[in-house]
């Protein structure tokens, strides 16, 4: 590992990182002040020391979410060295970021992760947490092509694929 040694997770600062899709605001509204609650917590009974709490409203099926860029910048800076937060998918969504996720915990640059169900440390085997990135990479492939499925099923019934106009309601 690049660091000199591995601190005991209650030594160590953390961010408590919540994300939500924005494209799914009506389903997601209490989200992530429900994370944070938890996390909030799960760090409490833990005895882990939060620095921030970063909110993100963005999808994670593609590299470039900003809050998620700066708080990686900010670990590599030292100014925390674990996150906290509520599955593995919150962080990523897609191999990019899962695989900068992994390689940093590998490396010991974060040295602990916290989630409502796991812990993640740098000694830890990494088939876990490479099934729990692959799985949420997954549903994002998944999720487009039944979205495109629908939408052709649609068009083929005579449907407009797309909300009504304003003034107008779908009657299915």
């Given at each position: 590992m690049s660091q000199e040694r591995v601190s005991k997770p209650n030594d160590l600062k953390y961010f408590l990182y919540a994300r939500k899709s924005s494209e799914s605001e009506d389903?997601?509204?209490?989200?992530?002040?429900s994370q944070i609650d938890e996390l909030k917590a799960i760090a409490k009974r833990d005895g882990l020391k939060i620095v921030e709490v970063l909110t993100e409203e963005k999808s994670a099926?593609?590299?470039?979410?900003?809050?998620?860029?700066?708080?990686?910048?900010?670990?590599?800076?030292?100014?925390?060295k674990g996150i906290i937060c509520w599955k593995l998918d919150r962080l990523a969504r897609n191999p990019v970021d899962g695989g900068t996720v992994s390689w940093m915990l590998q490396q010991g640059v974060i040295q602990h992760i916290q989630t409502y169900g796991r812990s993640y440390l740098p000694t830890d085997n990494v088939l876990m947490m490479s099934?729990?990135?692959?799985?949420?990479?997954?549903?994002?492939?998944?999720?487009?092509?039944?979205?495109?499925?629908?939408?052709?099923?649609?068009?083929?019934?005579?449907?407009?694929?797309?909300?009504?106009p304003i003034g107008y309601l779908n009657n299915t």
């Open positions: 389903r997601q509204v209490a989200s992530i002040a099926k593609a590299p470039g979410r900003p809050i998620f860029t700066k708080m990686i910048a900010r670990i590599q800076a030292g100014e925390a099934v729990e990135f692959g799985s949420a990479n997954q549903f994002i492939l998944d999720l487009s092509l039944n979205t495109k499925r629908g939408m052709r099923r649609k068009v083929s019934e005579g449907w407009i694929p797309h909300k009504p």
